[in-house]
């Protein structure tokens, strides 16, 4: 597992290996020069006991500040290469995270949860940039510290060297003790994190159901448990790394005491020189700043490797609804020619078949009603058509064509799919209208207004066009945001339109103005998924679905004649509407 993060980091890094070699020559010649003037000062020290001259000491005094000025401009020189590495692997992490979110299967994003999702996209991507940027760069600080200055206090006085970084091991073992902790309160932390944004991106999408049902202070209180668990567990954590960071401090201090009080005794006995003992202080005080900052490092690491986790996780999920190595673009012209041949569709984990051996035929240009029962399947033909779930191959055919062999991209460019529950993005009603083709003109986007019977709402708002929905379209009633969403469809160039019950909040009068709109040309294909019969009874041609299958088909008036399924239901809506009146 831990090479397989190392794996992943290299990864990560691999792009920028030019910028991380120079970060790394500028950190050794900082470490270097970090050397030269302790061993510097020990020389200076050491000559100014036989007499000096002012001469002596302002060139010994410039030439410090020379050395001193250089390391801090280089060190400055390999912050900025190093941290900016960190700062680009977190921008194109995020748009990669992004791009690759973008592909996922509509059902896995739901499943997964927004809230999880963005604390991924967010807060775990910027652990990586630490990760990738003060980590790594804090971490080669250390090793080259070690590295270079231990023989350099060795050339000098071994017994002081040794005496002084004896006590250095147990920071070793104090790190090993406190990282398994660390990383799992870390893990757990960001777990409790996903969960508190899940629910309030949950309570903010559904503010309307909490007001109406005054479900306010019983989400008060989830919201309060989420809250306190988070915040136990960032308790935990700093608990510990507040723990750590002193103790560290604390022990690398230590080793200072220890070598000011062998120091003397070794001074005394000649074994070492004043300026030898003064540069081994400024050695030991050079090596405390890191080890102390070991704990921090530590800390900053564990909390990457946990995110690299989280984010490599979504990485690893890859979509099931793909383009086949066989599929093509459609290069003529789409007819709008449907063909069902046999269609089986079942949801993993579910007992029957939503589609069972579903046979029918649909010609471009027709205006079709699909209805039946709840549960019957049209939602699910919905979705095959579009692919938003995944179909068998030699099944469901566009123009004799079969879906599995067409491009995703090229498939839903020519089939538009309006769902019952329309979504609207938070901009304005022309930008919504517009979003399937962007580079719209005005006269386009007012013409599918107006096909969607949208134009009187729009001209009676102040803003007409340019009014904002807000977000998921709360300022519009239901009519109106599917009337948008059906407007979004018209507007782009498909072959086929298939309403998924988009006219269930539209008034009988409007959606009848509204299909007769859609029937005026014959120019699309265009599938009515709807409960209400009386649409139905406008329409071409009518399938009437039971159990996954096509259980009837003609047209409205030879089918409320015919006992059967859309009799009964024909009857049963009847019935309710002289109840409503």
Known sequence: MKNLKLKVIFKYLKPYKKEFLYGGIALLVVNILSILIPLEVKNIIDQLKDGFSSSYVISKSLLLMFLATCMGLIRLFSRQIVFGIGRKVEVNLRQKLFDHLLIQDPDWIQKKGSGDIISRATSDVENIRRLLGFTVLSLCNIVLAYSLTIPSMLSINKTLTVAALMIFPMILVIVSLFGGRMVSQRKIQQESLSKLSDLIQEDL??????????????????????????????????????????????????SLLILLGLGTSQLEN??????????LILFVERLVFPTALLGFTLNTFQLGQVSLDRVEEIFQNNPKIIDNPKAKFIKKKVKGFIEAKNLKIRYEGANFNSLNKLNFKINPGELIAIVGPVGCGKTTLAK????????????????NIDIKNIKLRDLRKHIAIVPQEAFLFTSTISENLKFGDPKASKNVVKKSAVKAGLIDDINSFPEGFKTIVGERGITLSGGQRQRTALGRALLVEASVVVLDDALASVDNKTAAKIIEEMRAKKSKTILMISHQLSVAATCDRVLVMDKGEIVQEGIHKDLIKTNGLYKKLWEREIATNKIVS
């Open 205 to 254: 999408s559904g503010i309307s159901a909490i007001k109406i049902y005054a479900q306010e202070e019983a989400e008060k209180k989830e919201f309060n448990n989420y809250n306190k668990v988070y915040r136990n567990s960032a308790i935990k954590l700093a608990r510990t790394a507040s723990t750590l960071f002193p103790l560290l401090q604390g022990i690398s201090s230590i």
């Open 270 to 279: 000649g074994f070492i020189t004043i300026g030898g003992l003064v540069a």
């Open 384 to 399: 095959s058509l579009g692919r938003t779930i995944e179909i068998p191959d030699g099944q469901l055919f566009l123009d």
